[in-house]
């Protein structure tokens, strides 16, 4: 069965940290890019952090930009998002997806849009709250 599957998140306090990790069952993840997106209540998805297949290219939103490190891990197949220095304003679902990296130079692209995205993991609940 070819899934993907969010674990490591929970309640933090303002200030601490967490880290993510998206593993795939399945399939292999060597040929695809993955985004960590997130939905708070009432909003839409963002795009917050993607990583391109080999590693080397990585894109972060703004709001994230030095607290956030998506990194990936070929021999666990796995992905990671290490987040630090977290405030309320991260509080938020998760949400890991795949899509097949054909090359790309950048991936902001893949962050920007959601649409083309193959897999999606079921979430896990991020909040920031002291």
């Known amino acids: 069965q070819v899934q993907l599957v969010e674990s490591g998140g929970g309640l933090v306090q303002p200030g601490g940290s967490l880290r993510l990790s998206c593993t795939a069952s399945g399939f292999s993840l060597d040929y695809y890019a993955i985004g960590w997106f997130r939905q708070a209540p009432g909003q839409k998805r963002e795009g917050v952090s993607c990583?391109?297949?080999?590693?080397?290219?990585?894109f972060y939103t703004n709001s994230v930009q030095g607290r956030f490190t998506i990194s990936r891990d070929r021999d666990t197949n796995r992905v990671y998002l290490q987040m630090n220095d977290m405030v309320p304003e991260d509080t938020a679902v998760y949400y890991c997806?795949?899509?097949?990296?054909?090359?790309?130079?950048?991936?902001?692209?893949?962050?920007?849009?959601?649409?083309?995205?193959?897999?999606w993991g079921q979430g896990t609940q991020v909040t920031v709250s002291s």
């Open positions: 990583i391109g297949r080999t590693g080397r290219h990585k």
């Open positions: 997806a795949a899509t097949v990296d054909f090359g790309a130079t950048s991936v902001e692209p893949l962050c920007r849009s959601s649409a083309q995205y193959s897999y």
